[in-house]
């Protein structure tokens, strides 16, 4: 059997999820859990970065010319990841 003092209101319960006295969750999965849904509030409530906001306005822009050049710098710039990469696949991978 596993004791567990509550951190919060400092009373030991025995082997539970949650605290007796007042409902603080006392078991490490559950703390995790609390966390992470916590942690996934903050996410979504976050706002877009000002460059995704940008971005999104370009690809889905009425234009024809904006969501060319959209296309054009996001295609030069898959180019140029794919040679940097290609060349740190080489570099990692030569004898020393």
């Not at 030069?76 to 080489?90: D, E, G, P, Q, R």
């Amino acid at each position: 059997m596993i004791e567990r003092k509550c951190l919060k209101c400092s009373t030991w319960n025995n082997d539970e999820k949650f605290c007796k006295n007042c409902g603080t969750a006392i078991a490490p999965e559950e703390i995790t859990r609390e966390e992470d849904e916590r942690y996934a509030a903050v996410q979504a409530n976050r706002p877009k970065p000002k460059l995704d906001i940008l971005l999104d306005k370009a690809r889905n822009s009425k234009y024809f010319v904006v969501r060319a050049m959209f296309y054009v710098v996001y295609s030069v710039a898959v180019v140029v990841f794919a040679i940097a990469s290609l060349m740190a696949y080489l570099v990692a991978w030569s004898p020393a």
